[in-house]
């Protein structure tokens, strides 16, 4: 059984910072499209970050592009997305998602094989 299991999320102010966790377990990432998404009350889930396990290339939404870095942890089978200069246009749930589609399709969560429960991030001051 696939199990994808998010944590980190938390309250903090602007310009604050947070690291994201993603613990996988019943998934190889050897040679896999992880990715991080997120869905803020209201709107549909995005894609914020995606890493291609098995070159390490990474891709990122233009609005988080500089300011957030996806990476895995191969040997724990951790997936992490380190977070900075947080804005309030940053609040939502934040899902880890395992097994994205490759070329240039790894923001559609519709292509997603599998999800994690979420974790909610609150930018506010």
């Keep these: ?12 102010q602007p ?3 947070l690291r ?9 990432m050897k040679a896999s499209c ?6 803020a009350s209201g709107s549909e889930r995005e894609g914020v970050a995606a890493i291609y396990s098995a070159s390490s290339r ?3 939404a233009d609005s988080v592009k500089g300011r957030y870095t996806i990476s895995l942890d191969k040997v724990e089978n951790i997936m992490y997305l380190q977070m900075n200069s947080l804005t309030p246009e940053d ?6 998602a395992a097994d994205c ?11 997603v094989g599998y999800w994690g429960q979420g974790t909610q991030v609150t930018v506010s001051s």
């Design 58 to 60: 990474s891709f990122y």
């Design 20 to 28: 994201l966790s993603c613990g996988i377990s019943g998934y190889t």
């Design 101 to 111: 589609a490759y070329d240039g399709r790894w923001h559609r969560s519709d292509l």
């Design 91 to 96: 609040t939502a749930m934040y899902y880890c």
């Design 15 to 17: 310009g604050a910072s």
């Design 34 to 39: 992880m990715a991080w998404f997120r869905q």
């Design 1 to 12: 059984e696939v199990r994808l299991v998010a944590s980190g999320g938390g309250t903090v």
